[in-house]
C-alpha cells in the first residue's frame, strides 16, 4: 500500500508540475487569440481630404507622362526604356511566356510625392500573347459582363452599366484575400482608343470603391466610402496594346491608393496593403493572356468550320 501510495503521489506531483509549466504558454495563446480577433477588425481609416490631393496630384503627372509617351508614337512599352540590353532579355522572357512587372514611382521635380495618411502604390506589367490580334485582346477587355469569369476568383461578380462606343461605364465586385479577405464593390469609367493599325489604349478610373461588410450574408451591407478599412480608395490604370511579333503585348499601369500601415496592425493590415497591388497586377496580365488565347482559338475554329 505504501508503495502504491507513494507512485500515486509522483504521478500527481508530475501532472501539477506539467500544468505550472504550460499554464504561461495557454495564457500567451489565449492573450494572442483575443488580440488577433480584436486586429480582425482593426477601427476604420478615415481618408482625409490632403489623403486625396495627394494621390489626385501623382494621377495627374502620371497622366501627363502617359499622354506624352503615346503622342511619341514608338517605344510605348515599358520594357524599352530599360538599359542597355536588358529590353533584349526582357523581351526574350516575354516570348518564354513570363510577365513582367515592375514598380514605378512618380517624381515632382526629381523628388518623391508624399501622400499624407495614405500609400500609393504604382505597378506596370507587360505580357506577351503570341498567335493572337488586337480585336482578340479588346473583345475581351471590353467583355465586362463576363469578366467574373476570366478574372475569378479575384472579380466575384461583373456587368456593363452603359456602353457608348469606346466609353463603358462597368461595376466590379472584387474579393482579395492576404492574411484578411477583402470584398470591395467598385464601378469604373473607362475610355478605350485606337491610336494606329495594331495599336490601341484605354484609361480606367474607379469613380466608386465601397467595401463590403459581411458579404453574401443577409445582412451584406456597404461601408461608406472613405470611412471603411482603407485597403483601396483609389485606383487608375493605364492599358497599352500592340501588335507586333506575331501577337500582341498587352500593358497594364495601376496607381492605385490604400491606408497607411497603423501601429501594431502591420502583421495584419501589411501584407494585404503591400503584396495585393503587385500580386493583382501579375494575376490580372495572366488571366487576360488565358481569356485572349481562348478567344483567339475560338476565332481560328471558326474560321477552319466550313
Same mark, same amino acid.
Given at each position: 500500500? $505504501?508503495?502504491?501510495?507513494?507512485?500515486?503521489?509522483?504521478?500527481?506531483?508530475?501532472?501539477?508540475?506539467?500544468?505550472?509549466?504550460?499554464?504561461?504558454?495557454?495564457?500567451?495563446?489565449?492573450?494572442?487569440?483575443?488580440?488577433?480577433?480584436?486586429?480582425? %477588425?482593426?477601427?476604420?481609416?478615415?481618408?482625409?481630404?490632403?489623403?486625396? #490631393?495627394?494621390?489626385?496630384?501623382?494621377?495627374?503627372?502620371?497622366?501627363?507622362? %502617359?499622354?506624352?509617351?503615346?503622342?511619341?508614337?514608338?517605344?510605348?512599352?515599358?520594357?524599352? =526604356?530599360?538599359?542597355?540590353?536588358?529590353?533584349?532579355?526582357?523581351?526574350?522572357?516575354?516570348?518564354?511566356?513570363?510577365?513582367?512587372?515592375?514598380?514605378?514611382?512618380?517624381?515632382? %521635380?526629381?523628388?518623391?510625392?508624399?501622400?499624407? !495618411?495614405?500609400?500609393?502604390?504604382?505597378?506596370?506589367?507587360?505580357?506577351?500573347?503570341? !498567335?493572337?490580334?488586337?480585336?482578340?485582346?479588346?473583345?475581351?477587355?471590353?467583355?465586362?459582363?463576363?469578366? +467574373?469569369?476570366?478574372?475569378?476568383?479575384?472579380?466575384? /461578380? +461583373?456587368?456593363?452599366?452603359?456602353?457608348?462606343?469606346?466609353?463603358?461605364?462597368?461595376?466590379?465586385?472584387?474579393?482579395?484575400?492576404?492574411?484578411?479577405?477583402?470584398?470591395?464593390?467598385?464601378?469604373?469609367?473607362?475610355?478605350?482608343?485606337? $491610336? =494606329?493599325?495594331?495599336? #490601341?489604349?484605354?484609361?480606367?478610373?474607379?469613380?466608386?470603391?465601397?467595401?463590403?461588410?459581411?458579404? $453574401?450574408?443577409?445582412?451584406?451591407?456597404?461601408?461608406?466610402?472613405?470611412?471603411? !478599412? !482603407?485597403?483601396?480608395?483609389?485606383?487608375?490604370?493605364?492599358? /497599352?496594346?500592340?501588335?507586333?511579333?506575331?501577337?500582341?503585348?498587352?500593358? +497594364?499601369?495601376?496607381?492605385?491608393?490604400?491606408?497607411?500601415?497603423?501601429?501594431?496592425?502591420?502583421?495584419?493590415?501589411?501584407?494585404?496593403?503591400? +503584396?495585393?497591388?503587385?500580386?493583382?497586377?501579375?494575376?490580372?496580365?495572366?488571366?487576360?493572356?488565358? #481569356?485572349?488565347?481562348?478567344? #483567339?482559338? %475560338?476565332?481560328?475554329?471558326?474560321?477552319?468550320?466550313?
Amino acid at each position: 500500500m $505504501d508503495e502504491r501510495f507513494r507512485r500515486h503521489l509522483e504521478r500527481l506531483a508530475d501532472k501539477l508540475l506539467a500544468a505550472c509549466l504550460l499554464a504561461p504558454a495557454f495564457l500567451a495563446a489565449f492573450a494572442s487569440s483575443a488580440q488577433s480577433a480584436r486586429a480582425a %477588425n482593426p477601427a476604420p481609416a478615415k481618408l482625409r481630404s490632403e489623403t486625396v #490631393a495627394a494621390f489626385d496630384h501623382y494621377v495627374r503627372l502620371t497622366a501627363e507622362r %502617359n499622354e506624352t509617351e503615346l503622342k511619341r508614337g514608338s517605344g510605348l512599352l515599358w520594357v524599352d =526604356a530599360l538599359p542597355e540590353s536588358q529590353p533584349t532579355d526582357a523581351y526574350a522572357s516575354l516570348k518564354r511566356g513570363e510577365v513582367q512587372v515592375d514598380q514605378l514611382s512618380t517624381l515632382e %521635380n526629381g523628388k518623391p510625392i508624399a501622400c499624407p !495618411g495614405g500609400i500609393i502604390h504604382h505597378w506596370v506589367g507587360l505580357v506577351f500573347i503570341p !498567335g493572337a490580334k488586337l480585336d482578340d485582346v479588346l473583345g475581351v477587355l471590353q467583355d465586362y459582363d463576363h469578366q +467574373s469569369t476570366y478574372y475569378a476568383p479575384d472579380v466575384e /461578380r +461583373s456587368k456593363i452599366e452603359s456602353h457608348d462606343g469606346g466609353h463603358f461605364r462597368v461595376f466590379l465586385r472584387f474579393r482579395r484575400h492576404k492574411v484578411i479577405t477583402v470584398v470591395l464593390n467598385t464601378e469604373h469609367d473607362v475610355h478605350y482608343f485606337h $491610336d =494606329a493599325p495594331g495599336h #490601341a489604349h484605354s484609361r480606367s478610373s474607379a469613380v466608386r470603391i465601397a467595401e463590403v461588410e459581411n458579404p $453574401d450574408k443577409s445582412d451584406e451591407h456597404q461601408k461608406q466610402p472613405g470611412a471603411d !478599412g !482603407g485597403y483601396l480608395w483609389r485606383m487608375e490604370t493605364w492599358w /497599352r496594346m500592340e501588335e507586333r511579333d506575331g501577337g500582341v503585348y498587352v500593358q +497594364s499601369e495601376v496607381a492605385s491608393l490604400t491606408r497607411d500601415i497603423p501601429t501594431g496592425l502591420g502583421w495584419l493590415v501589411g501584407p494585404f496593403v503591400i +503584396s495585393i497591388p503587385k500580386e493583382t497586377l501579375a494575376f490580372t496580365l495572366e488571366a487576360t493572356r488565358k #481569356a485572349v488565347e481562348l478567344k #483567339a482559338k %475560338n476565332r481560328l475554329a471558326e474560321g477552319m468550320t466550313p
